[in-house]
């Protein structure tokens, strides 16, 4: 019996039931009743409605943009409505949850007015807001939901722009180059023609400076900036705006794919996430000491004979400090990672949209890449984004990008946390290079037979099955419009972890810092003299 052939059959007939539950559900009466628009200013608020607490600390005021919300009432009977605004840190709503106890009828909307602005410093990955209007009518529960963009002027100032800095991204135009005050009027200064071929843009709450080229000798526009994952949004901006003229050009991407930078922040962000685990793992084992002492103090103390402390006293005040200064690294690193997810999610951005300008993906295949390189960056307890991204390329390799026989046998590995990034940085670069060959990501008709190496003990690992076959160099490949070109230029091989360990990745190695400052058990017992094994204690009947 083929195994492969009865679930691919299996997963068909589930469609077809699925396909027929679908159509048995009531419809979405969200239109009969109400509906939502958004008007968002292009300028800034005169007076900035950031709040207090906010962790940006400039010299200027935080910038904010205030949208107006309409809710339309259609039918008259919609009772109280709970509005929820949703955006993506670092950005925040002035307020996210509104009751309204009545709307307005369709000729005369209510209006809500609701701030933005950014509250912590680090860099926005999204600037897409969602909107969700909750009510009744009758006694069911009816849902209408909406979403709008920020403004590119609520996270970036208009600056000088710089001759040249360390990261450069290029994308050609197969027209006439447009004029970037032209593209962007809202960061041109004064004269306006000044900005034509060269304009700067300063992210609000964080040193990095973008500066967007433009050369109508060549039909390019650069972008170039000191920190790699800044130049995202404006990219972003750059694409959609020259899309939406009347005669959008054709863009393309031809240099090499910044492989490696992108691997320094995998590495980055895997880094703290085992500092946080190795950190709350700490910190709970200092809690349990800390109670392990507490009983004995507490039986010496219902003792009816009086006994010396043996310093226990000053045992337990030292461990309450290591507690505290465990407990302290946590929240430390917890910040860290947050910050080293945002920029991530800028990276994995900035490299799937240079694929798709390089292979001339359309917007079905980015999609499914950004399905299989998530670009939102979630770290729970049981799973993260490495996890995933592994998972998930893998499962592509094995289908739509399969080369071979034993790409197709490759096994989905579990989600577990990975002790180094090194798998992950492989599978990117293969992954980019079939892309590049002219390979095609599709999900229609995957289906997942291999789920975990348990289940098949002789099943080949997905690296083995993905990398093995792949010769040391890439070979010579044609991409439209660029001719033959070694396939080298385009990707380049992530760094080995000691590379990355190498390079100064300031926030792991003050987390190693503040991990290694939390004092140990032993460390107390030589200060008061005592030679007696705590840890020995069993910590069960502890009194609280």
């Not at 069911?140 to 996270?155: D, E, H, M, R, Y």
């Amino acid at each position: 019996m083929n195994i492969a052939e009865f679930d691919k059959s299996m997963a068909k007939v589930k469609a077809e039931i699925h396909d027929c539950n679908t159509d048995l559900l009531p419809k979405s009466m969200e239109s009969e009743h109400l509906a939502l628009e958004v008007d968002v200013p292009t300028t800034r608020d005169k007076v900035s409605q950031a709040g207090d607490d906010s962790e940006i600390r400039e010299s200027d005021p935080i910038p904010s943009v205030t949208a107006t919300v309409r809710l339309r009432s259609r039918s008259g009977q919609t009772g109280e409505v709970t509005l929820t605004v949703d955006c993506s840190p670092p950005l925040v709503a002035g307020k996210s949850v509104f009751r309204i106890s009545s709307t307005g009828s369709f000729d005369k909307p209510t209006e809500i007015p609701v701030s933005f602005y950014m509250k912590y410093n680090y860099s926005a990955s999204d600037l897409s807001v969602g909107l969700m209007a909750t009510y009744t009518v009758g006694s069911l529960v009816q849902v209408t939901k909406s979403s709008f963009q920020l403004p590119l002027l609520l996270v970036c100032r208009p600056t000088l722009p710089l001759k040249s800095d360390l990261h450069k991204l290029t994308v050609d135009s197969d027209r006439e180059l447009v004029k970037l005050h032209e593209i962007f009027p809202e960061f041109a200064g004064s004269p306006p023609e000044a900005c034509a071929q060269a304009m700067g843009f300063q992210l609000i709450g964080s040193p990095a400076k973008i500066t967007l080229l433009a050369s109508n000798k060549s039909n390019r526009y650069r972008l170039q900036s000191g920190h790699f994952e800044a130049m995202w949004l404006v990219l972003r901006e750059l694409i959609e705006r020259l899309g939406a003229r009347k005669k959008p050009p054709s863009l393309s991407y031809k240099e090499t794919l910044p492989l490696q930078e992108v691997s320094l922040l995998v590495e980055q962000h895997l880094s703290l996430r085992h500092n946080v685990l190795e950190l709350a793992e700490i910190l709970g084992q200092r809690a349990t000491q800390y109670r392990v002492i507490q009983k004995r103090l507490l039986t010496k103390f219902k003792d009816k004979t009086p006994t010396p402390l043996q310093n226990l006293d000053v045992l337990l005040e030292g461990t309450y400090k290591s507690i505290l200064k465990a407990a302290d690294a946590v929240n430390s690193n917890r910040v860290s990672l947050i910050q080293a997810g945002a920029h991530l999610s800028c990276a994995v951005n900035l490299l799937v949209t240079l694929l798709g300008l390089t292979a001339g993906l359309t917007a079905e295949e980015l999609a499914v890449l950004r399905v299989c390189l998530p670009t939102n960056i979630l770290d729970y307890d049981q799973y993260g984004w490495e996890e995933v991204a592994t998972s998930a390329i893998t499962l592509l390799l094995s289908t739509s990008l399969s080369k071979s026989a034993s790409d197709s046998a490759a096994v989905i590995p579990p989600l577990e946390l990975p002790k180094d990034a090194d798998k992950l940085c492989k599978l990117l670069v293969v992954l980019c290079d079939r892309v590049a060959k002219g390979g095609r990501p599709r999900m229609e008709g995957v289906v997942v037979a291999n789920r975990t190496p348990a289940a098949d003990p002789i099943a080949v690992d997905p690296i083995d099955a993905v990398v093995a076959s792949e010769p040391p160099r890439l070979p010579d490949y044609t991409v439209s419009g660029v001719g033959e070109r070694d396939s080298s230029r385009f990707v380049k091989k992530p760094p080995s972890v000691e590379a990355v360990r190498d390079g100064g990745l300031g926030a792991v190695s003050k987390s190693r810092e503040q991990l290694d400052g939390i004092p140990d058990l032993d460390d107390m017992e030589a200060l008061i003299g005592e030679k007696e094994d705590y840890r020995s204690m069993s910590p069960t009947g502890l009194d609280v």
